[in-house]
Each structure stands twice: as structure tokens, then as C-alpha cells.
């Protein structure tokens, strides 16, 4: 009987050792590519929005002379830009937006994953939930349209799966 229970143990402690445990570093490898870290963090403006070139002036973007704004406008230039970025703003001008050409497309900050901070595996040992940071670096003057505090790290969650070839970032969920 002692016989059988050591070889029942020892069949358990091989099975668990060959159960794939999540390390920091594979969920942190998995995370980055599938969410495609380091990357830009962007923002939208309409050019010929009135809203959004009040929300322009509030964030102080136009003494900070990123953009000028048209105070007024005619009844024959309605829908034209009210909103003129600067040779300042340049450098943090994207693209286009493909779809509406009355949309810029701008450069708040770039986006990192920082740590990990926790993995809990569930009960199969064939999906996780993993806990990490993402910092924000590189602040252009478009942070200000944000309204979150960029200079504190960001807590954010992934559930990653296990496939025969590996760990893999679950979309599904």
C-alpha cells in the first residue's frame, strides 16, 4: 500500500511539474507583442468643430502656439477648418483620418508597458489573468486634451491562453 501512494505521488508531482507556469517575463513578452507596445497614444481633433476647438482653447493649446483658431467664420465657410495647427505642432501631427478628412490625427504621448504586477493562473492551467502597468513618455503639449493624468502609471488587465505553441493574449475576452 505505501508502495502505491509513493508511486501515486510521484505521478503527481511529475504531472504538475510539466504544467507551463506563466512567468513575468513570458506574460511581458506575450503582452507586448500582442498589444503592439511600445505604441503612440492618439488623439482626434476635428478641425471644423466648434466644440472641439473650445476643448483646443481650454487646454491652453493656443498660447502655448500649437494651434490658431478662427473666432469667426462666415456662413459661406461653414465647414471649413476653424481649427490651424502651427509649424510647433508639426512634429506630433499623424496622419488623416482615412474616413473623415475634417479629422487630425495627433500624438499625445508614447504608451509602454512598465511591470508586470501579478498573474493568476486559473483552475485549468491553461488561461491567466495578468495584471501589468503601462507608463506614458514622451508628453506633447495634446496631452492636455486627455482626462486622465498621464504622469501616473496605468493599471490595466490581459487574459492570456495556453495553445500547444504557447502563451497567446486572448482576444476573446
Avoid at 482626434?44 to 467664420?73: H, P, Y
Avoid at 473623415?100 to 493568476?120: C, R
Avoid at 495634446?142 to 500547444?164: G, H, M
Amino acid at each position: 500500500m505505501k508502495t502505491l501512494s509513493l508511486f501515486g505521488m510521484a505521478i503527481f508531482f511529475l504531472t504538475a511539474c510539466n504544467q507551463p507556469k506563466l512567468e513575468k517575463e513570458q506574460a511581458a513578452t506575450v503582452i507586448r507583442t500582442g498589444k503592439e507596445y511600445p505604441k503612440v497614444y492618439e488623439y482626434e481633433v476635428n478641425v471644423t468643430d466648434q466644440a472641439s476647438a473650445k476643448k483646443l482653447l481650454d487646454a491652453g493649446l493656443e498660447n502655448a502656439g500649437v494651434i490658431t483658431i478662427d473666432r469667426t467664420q462666415k456662413l459661406k465657410n461653414v465647414g471649413q477648418p476653424i481649427v490651424h495647427f502651427t509649424d510647433k505642432a508639426k512634429p506630433y501631427l499623424l496622419r488623416k483620418d482615412a474616413k473623415y478628412d475634417n479629422v487630425q490625427v495627433v500624438k499625445v504621448a508614447d504608451m509602454d508597458l512598465e511591470e508586470i504586477s501579478g498573474i493568476q493562473m486559473q483552475d485549468d492551467n491553461k488561461s491567466a489573468t495578468v495584471e501589468y502597468t503601462v507608463i506614458y513618455k514622451n508628453l506633447t503639449p495634446f496631452a492636455e486634451l486627455v482626462q486622465r493624468d498621464l504622469s501616473k502609471p496605468e493599471i490595466k488587465r490581459a487574459n492570456l491562453s495556453l495553445f500547444d505553441s504557447g502563451w497567446k493574449l486572448d482576444r476573446a475576452r
